[in-house]
């Protein structure tokens, strides 16, 4: 059976009321999970203890500031990727190695929002070399390496606020984007302190456009380019006949300030952003555009110093299209468009518009036609409009409501999420023509086809990420699990099989096969090539050293014990950091390090790194520390003890380094 939809019509008031009944009445749930599932869907997918998942399947933990990996079809979490957030677990953002990593022009940031994973590309299929991930709040884009899990570079993102048109990549990783949410005044201190009154004269949008280098990572802004003050919400790279074109989302193309939910709704369409970033990219090579202020951090981590390293930029390249015609255009698009996504053919378009009763589909084709026949409906602050009309390949009508993202299997079918009426309706973009629709619960954000935003999609399944849950697991207090849920493509039907909670809030999430990820495997890391300075390469090494008032300790763990193990001379007053490397040369075998009264974190150190806690004890006593990640069958024995003195005591500083595998 299917669900019916509440509503056919889109307008404002009908999607608010539309809302409140679907996430209200528990009578509105149509239908109960048996009458969806059909019996062998557990089967499909049943993963036999020790078989592996077939994919990989990357979700943002939204405002948990993480990433998450789950296997799919099982649903399994496999790991919590930390990001924009310390992470108490692994010592992330707590250790001084990696405190850099967090560190911004406003300094230390430990939190942020984060929406969108997304998959490097060679040739417009995802690869499994990187994940990139959007930071919202304070504008920033983190690259997470999938060879360790790690996240291996940040790069925050000038004159932008709410980094959320991010992180879209184009066909060969060359540039990842990043479109501001917000408008606002850029430049100097007095030109930024203005009258919020004044949006429509003094503020201004960008997209940038972020390079990281193929070897290393590193991340840098190679331009971003300066447009009219309005909000970007979404994007994606061209393919194909599109490539070297990027797509953008715009909403409030009213130009509001305040009470956008009623004030940036007026107009029945708002844009499509078409950037030619090629022509950009040329444009940035001839020297042209201008170095405007716009101080930024790069942060990179050094897998053999394993530590960060911070590089601070002051200004970035700034590209006005008033100054070069060509570079931008606008395609009207019905009505506050959310998702923005290019077919694998990459011939066609989709705007979602949120509070549209219809889906626009746009054609790259009659958009350069548009473009050459200079079939304008005039302009947008100085920027042309393209008619609608001459750029639209067609329109699906009455598909559902609240329609927000789109993904597309290899078989020219598309897959729309709909919050509103809290379906996924699949279509064939040619035709335009509904194929099926199936509920989902509930509400319905983004939705994942695995390499489903790419060229060469693998299909298989579509999974949704839902807002909201009510009645699908065991209450939990107020906050209730979000949920992901994984339906079959194989068929002319999808066909519900699984639902499984998730960590934080889903937003966009992407998948991709293991096999493309599992050979780039790090198992550990190489003691030989080790370079932190503070590195005790054997226990040989392992001492304790005074500089004024920091004492180092160089530590080392091996199964199981640390050398040192007791530690003698500290005084009140002192800071202390232990420098804990970890022997172990063998997959799967971290150590931990936690001490008494820390007032950070632990630190989980894996096989041949170096990691650093800063403990500051508060009062005189002996104080314990100990390995906490279960070691092995002496893991339990693995501890010591460091004694604090009064400030003004004489104990020397001392280190017993007494080792059984020195056989002492
Ligand atoms: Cu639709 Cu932030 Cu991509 Cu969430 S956004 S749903
Ligand atoms: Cu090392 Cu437990």
């Given at each position: 059976m299917k669900r019916p939809l509440l509503f056919t019509t889109g307008t404002l008031a009908f999607v608010g009321l539309a809302f409140v009944l679907v996430n209200s009445l528990p009578g509105c749930r149509p239908t109960t999970t048996k009458t969806v599932v059909t019996g062998d869907a557990a089967s499909k997918v049943y993963v036999k203890p020790g078989a592996y998942d077939e994919f990989y399947n990357f979700v943002s933990g939204g405002f948990s500031g993480q990433l998450a990996v789950y296997g799919l079809p099982s649903g399994r979490l496999l790991r919590e990727v930390p990001v924009f957030s310390q992470d108490p677990e692994t010592g992330y953002g707590y250790s001084e190695e990696t405190k850099g990593m967090l560190m911004t022009s406003h300094g230390f940031i430990p939190w942020d929002d984060s929406h969108h994973p997304e998959l490097s590309q060679t040739n417009g299929v995802p690869d499994g070399k990187w994940c990139f991930i959007n930071g919202n709040n304070t504008p920033r884009i983190a690259l997470i390496d999938l060879g360790t899990f790690r996240t291996h570079s940040i790069i925050e993102i000038p004159n932008s606020a709410g980094n959320h048109s991010s992180p879209f990549t184009t066909g060969n990783s060359e540039y990842v984007v990043a479109g501001t949410r917000f408008s606002i005044p850029m430049g100097s201190d007095a030109e930024r302190d203005v009258a919020i009154g004044s949006y429509k004269e003094t503020f201004k949008g960008t997209v940038s456009f972020i390079h990281p280098e193929p070897e290393s990572g590193k991340m840098s802004i190679a331009f971003q380019i300066v447009t009219p003050a309005i909000d970007f919400d979404l994007s994606h790279a061209g393919k194909?006949?599109?490539?070297?074109?990027?797509?953008?989302?715009?909403?409030?193309?009213?130009?509001?300030?305040?009470?956008?939910?009623?004030?940036?709704?007026?107009?029945?369409?708002?844009?499509?952003?078409?950037?030619?970033?090629?022509?950009?990219?040329?444009?940035?090579?001839?020297?042209?555009?201008k170095r405007v202020p716009g101080k930024h951090y790069s942060n990179w981590w050094n897998d053999h110093t394993h530590s960060s390293e911070t590089t601070v930029y002051e200004d970035v390249l700034q590209l006005d299209p008033k100054d070069h015609p060509g570079l931008i255009y606008f395609m009207p698009c019905p009505k506050s468009p959310h998702g923005c996504d290019v077919d694998p053919t990459g011939k066609y378009i989709v705007g979602s518009g949120k509070l549209a009763a219809l889906i626009p589909v746009f054609s790259f084709d009659k958009m350069q036609k548009a473009i050459a026949a200079k079939d304008v409906e005039g302009d947008f602050a100085g920027i042309p409009v393209l008619k609608y009309e001459s750029v639209l390949h067609g329109e699906v009508k009455k598909p559902?409501?609240?329609?927000?993202?789109?993904?597309?299997?290899?078989?020219?079918n598309a897959y729309t999420s709909f919050f509103v009426s809290s379906e996924i309706v699949k279509w064939n973009v040619e035709k335009l023509e509904i194929l099926d629709r199936v509920p989902t619960y509930y509400s319905i954000g983004h939705l994942c086809v695995p390499g489903g935003d790419s060229k060469q999609p693998w299909g298989k399944y579509v999974i949704a990420y839902n807002k909201i849950t009510k009645d699908r697991y065991l209450p939990t207090g107020p906050e209730l699990s979000q949920s992901a849920q994984l339906f079959s493509i194989d068929g002319d039907k999808m066909?519900?099989?699984?639902?499984?909670?998730?960590?934080?809030?889903?937003?966009?999430?992407?998948?991709?096969?293991?096999?493309?990820?599992?050979?780039?495997?790090?198992?550990?890391?190489?003691?030989?090539?080790?370079?932190?300075?503070?590195?005790?390469k054997g226990e040989k090494d392992a001492r304790v050293e005074r500089k004024g008032k920091e004492v180092h300790i160089y530590m080392t763990s091996i199964r199981s014990h640390f050398a040192p193990d007791n530690i003698e001379g500290?005084?009140?007053?002192?800071?202390?950091?232990?420098?804990?490397?970890?022997?172990?040369?063998?997959?799967?075998?971290?150590?931990?390090?936690?001490?008494?009264?820390?007032?950070n974190a632990e630190l989980l150190i894996m096989p041949g790194e170096t990691q650093t806690l800063k403990w500051v004890p508060q009062s005189v006593g002996?104080?314990?520390?100990?390995?906490?990640?279960?070691?092995?069958?002496?893991h339990q024995e693995m501890q010591g003890y460091i004694r604090v003195s009064p400030a003004n005591s004489n104990v020397p500083l001392s280190a017993n380094t007494k080792s059984p595998d020195a056989g002492i």
């Amino acid at each position: 059976m299917k669900r019916p939809l509440l509503f056919t019509t889109g307008t404002l008031a009908f999607v608010g009321l539309a809302f409140v009944l679907v996430n209200s009445l528990p009578g509105c749930r149509p239908t109960t999970t048996k009458t969806v599932v059909t019996g062998d869907a557990a089967s499909k997918v049943y993963v036999k203890p020790g078989a592996y998942d077939e994919f990989y399947n990357f979700v943002s933990g939204g405002f948990s500031g993480q990433l998450a990996v789950y296997g799919l079809p099982s649903g399994r979490l496999l790991r919590e990727v930390p990001v924009f957030s310390q992470d108490p677990e692994t010592g992330y953002g707590y250790s001084e190695e990696t405190k850099g990593m967090l560190m911004t022009s406003h300094g230390f940031i430990p939190w942020d929002d984060s929406h969108h994973p997304e998959l490097s590309q060679t040739n417009g299929v995802p690869d499994g070399k990187w994940c990139f991930i959007n930071g919202n709040n304070t504008p920033r884009i983190a690259l997470i390496d999938l060879g360790t899990f790690r996240t291996h570079s940040i790069i925050e993102i000038p004159n932008s606020a709410g980094n959320h048109s991010s992180p879209f990549t184009t066909g060969n990783s060359e540039y990842v984007v990043a479109g501001t949410r917000f408008s606002i005044p850029m430049g100097s201190d007095a030109e930024r302190d203005v009258a919020i009154g004044s949006y429509k004269e003094t503020f201004k949008g960008t997209v940038s456009f972020i390079h990281p280098e193929p070897e290393s990572g590193k991340m840098s802004i190679a331009f971003q380019i300066v447009t009219p003050a309005i909000d970007f919400d979404l994007s994606h790279a061209g393919k194909g006949p599109s490539e070297g074109w990027f797509f953008f989302s715009c909403y409030n193309t009213e130009q509001a300030h305040d009470l956008l939910e009623v004030n940036a709704s007026q107009r029945d369409k708002d844009f499509i952003m078409a950037v030619n970033w090629k022509m950009a990219e040329q444009l940035a090579k001839e020297g042209k555009g201008k170095r405007v202020p716009g101080k930024h951090y790069s942060n990179w981590w050094n897998d053999h110093t394993h530590s960060s390293e911070t590089t601070v930029y002051e200004d970035v390249l700034q590209l006005d299209p008033k100054d070069h015609p060509g570079l931008i255009y606008f395609m009207p698009c019905p009505k506050s468009p959310h998702g923005c996504d290019v077919d694998p053919t990459g011939k066609y378009i989709v705007g979602s518009g949120k509070l549209a009763a219809l889906i626009p589909v746009f054609s790259f084709d009659k958009m350069q036609k548009a473009i050459a026949a200079k079939d304008v409906e005039g302009d947008f602050a100085g920027i042309p409009v393209l008619k609608y009309e001459s750029v639209l390949h067609g329109e699906v009508k009455k598909p559902g409501l609240g329609p927000l993202h789109t993904e597309f299997d290899a078989n020219g079918n598309a897959y729309t999420s709909f919050f509103v009426s809290s379906e996924i309706v699949k279509w064939n973009v040619e035709k335009l023509e509904i194929l099926d629709r199936v509920p989902t619960y509930y509400s319905i954000g983004h939705l994942c086809v695995p390499g489903g935003d790419s060229k060469q999609p693998w299909g298989k399944y579509v999974i949704a990420y839902n807002k909201i849950t009510k009645d699908r697991y065991l209450p939990t207090g107020p906050e209730l699990s979000q949920s992901a849920q994984l339906f079959s493509i194989d068929g002319d039907k999808m066909e519900l099989l699984l639902d499984f909670p998730t960590t934080g809030e889903p937003h966009y999430a992407q998948a991709i096969p293991a096999d493309l990820v599992k050979p780039r495997e790090v198992k550990f890391f190489k003691i030989d090539e080790n370079q932190h300075p503070y590195a005790a390469k054997g226990e040989k090494d392992a001492r304790v050293e005074r500089k004024g008032k920091e004492v180092h300790i160089y530590m080392t763990s091996i199964r199981s014990h640390f050398a040192p193990d007791n530690i003698e001379g500290v005084k009140l007053g002192d800071e202390v950091y232990f420098h804990v490397t970890n022997l172990e040369q063998d997959w799967d075998v971290p150590h931990g390090f936690a001490v008494k009264g820390a007032q950070n974190a632990e630190l989980l150190i894996m096989p041949g790194e170096t990691q650093t806690l800063k403990w500051v004890p508060q009062s005189v006593g002996v104080k314990p520390f100990y390995c906490t990640d279960f070691c092995s069958a002496l893991h339990q024995e693995m501890q010591g003890y460091i004694r604090v003195s009064p400030a003004n005591s004489n104990v020397p500083l001392s280190a017993n380094t007494k080792s059984p595998d020195a056989g002492i």
